[in-house]
């Protein structure tokens, strides 16, 4: 059974959660309840969190999660639900992910953190791809999978294309596409002047590398300044590519977009 903790001072929420008595069927211990930061604080010290729900005032919220982003980045973050329907679909979306983290979790070749950040690339090839419907539905999952990237501010999307068609390389490269996008990570992925950089492969054979700002650090770098730097950093990358893993790529196209919900395809008027 996956354990939870709930921080709330907002009634319906409280009420919502409260209407559930059934927890272990749907494969959780009822969950600990606190009502402040103090308290989420005092809980995370004496008992264990699969998943941990927020719903406090801003401040309050903003002080929690970085609290938790500190001690315990890895813990999944679920939406608040204001009635039993919605606690049970959120609480669905957990267990999928929890389930997937804890299956994974065995395979010697992976931990906990770096299931969730599998999880998280998957996320964001479907959010490429026109595949997350909503802001809200992107806001969410990004919580669900602590992703550190700020989907409200302008980002870049960075088209790199390959020397040479997607089925020659497949033959060349003979680990296959999963281990050439391991290859892009260890060049490309990480953070840099407050960005992160996350590349990914897709079934067209098509490289995107999306640069967005992280949450809450600040850059005063303009747009321009920022393309300029991407760009530097992107050729760099792609000399690691080539001198390493004998992969020739090249820049075909930088994109600025508004933000990362401008990739929804039905974003939320």
């Not at 267990?95 to 994974?104: E, F, M, P, T, V």
Request: hydrophobic share 40%; with cysteine.
């Amino acid at each position: 059974m996956y354990k939870l903790l709930l921080v709330s001072d907002q009634e319906d929420v409280l009420n919502a959660f409260g209407q559930i008595s059934n927890w272990e069927l749907h494969g959780f211990k009822p969950p600990h309840i606190r009502h402040d930061y103090d308290g989420a604080v005092d809980s995370l010290a004496k008992h264990h969190a699969d998943g941990i729900c927020i719903a406090v005032d801003h401040d309050e919220e903003e002080k929690i999660l970085a609290y938790l982003q500190e001690n315990y980045p890895d813990v999944s973050i679920f939406e608040a639900g204001r009635s039993e329907d919605e606690v049970l679909r959120y609480l669905s979306e957990l267990k999928i992910l929890l389930n997937r983290l804890h299956a994974d979790f065995y395979n010697e070749r992976f931990n906990t953190r770096d299931v969730l950040q599998i999880c998280r690339h998957e996320f964001f090839r479907k959010l490429l791809n026109g595949k997350v419907r909503t802001s809200e539905d992107l806001h969410r999952y990004m919580r669900l999978l602590r992703s550190r990237m700020d989907a409200d501010r302008p980002c870049l999307l960075i088209e790199i294309a390959q020397s040479a068609p997607f089925d020659k390389l497949e033959g060349r490269w003979h680990y296959g596409k999963d281990r050439l996008e391991v290859a892009l990570r260890n060049s490309f992925a990480g953070d840099k002047n407050g960005i992160h950089i996350l590349p990914t492969i897709h079934s067209d054979g098509r490289i995107l590398v999306l640069a967005c700002p992280l949450h809450g650090v600040e850059t005063e770098m303009t747009l321009e300044a920022l393309t300029v730097m991407l760009t530097n950093y992107t050729a760099e990358s792609i000399e690691h590519m080539k001198e390493f893993f004998g992969v020739e790529l090249h820049i075909v196209e930088i994109r600025v977009l508004p933000a990362l919900n401008s990739l929804c395809c039905n974003t939320d008027e």
